[in-house]
């Protein structure tokens, strides 16, 4: 496979990744819808800061890492759960006694763009994209691996930029028809925030999962130890 045909591969499986509904979408498009359009494209830009991110840590071997040390990697999900519960808390506490939109700490620039940043950092697929599917499209060649690298990571932001800020955009006109239906406003803030809670009691629940496994694993390998060694 040529390095062209290589890219465009590349470009629509991150596509299909980036277009499927999740929990970096849900995000960007509660923060437009109840921030405005300024809040929306903060969140997309924390998204795609994390992304790159995510490339660092691919490179420097710390998604291979959190993949041998399964320890790790429950821990990361079960801050993940949390954060993400934190999140929807944060939007079922609307209420249409306010404004429709969110109230402005929550919804300034900065401080979406750190909470996007989070959400980014601690999202699990993130760090499975980078260690099954990313090392695929890294060719042995001429061409050094942290370039490649930079070209398939430069392309991912520009696809998470491109779908998730369309989403912004959109979301943010719909926050005028919302500022004049106080009560709709509060119904899909706290239908977010059920949404993004239930997204953290499933998180939750495949690390209880994963510790499971985990115990069943050492076991079972202590049972073969002791037939092999009566």
């Known amino acids: 496979m040529n390095g062209g045909t290589n890219l465009w591969l590349y470009f629509v499986v991150v596509f299909g990744i980036v277009a499927l509904p999740g929990l970096d979408m849900a995000f960007v498009m509660g923060s437009a819808v109840l921030g405005g359009r300024r809040a ?8 795609v800061c994390g992304g790159f991110c995510h490339l660092a840590m691919g490179a420097l071997g710390a998604a291979a890492v959190l993949a041998l040390w399964p320890a790790l990697f429950n821990a990361m999900l079960g801050a993940g759960a949390l954060y993400t519960a934190w999140i929807g808390a944060s939007f079922l506490r609307s209420s249409a006694a306010g404004s429709a939109r969110m109230p402005g700490a929550a919804c300034a620039s900065g401080a979406t763009f750190r909470r996007a940043l989070g959400t980014s950092l601690l999202n699990p697929k993130a760090y499975l994209f980078m260690l099954a599917l990313f090392p695929q499209f890294l060719q042995p060649g001429p061409q050094p691996l942290w370039a ?12 998470q930029a491109g779908i998730y800020g369309a989403l912004a955009l959109l979301g943010g006109g719909a ?16 239908t977010m925030g059920v949404l993004l809670i239930a997204v953290a009691i ?23 130890t002791q037939l092999m060694h009566p």
Do not use: F, K
């Open 148 to 159: 490649q690298s930079a070209v398939l990571g430069t392309i991912t932001a520009l696809t």
């Open 40 to 47: 929306g494209l903060a969140a997309v830009a924390g998204i």
């Open 202 to 224: 499933l998180t939750a629940l495949q690390v209880g999962r994963n510790v499971l496994a985990g115990r069943a694993g050492g076991a079972g390998a202590m049972s073969a």
């Open 175 to 190: 926050g005028g028809w919302l500022e004049r239906h106080p009560g709709a406003a509060t119904t899909l803030a706290r």
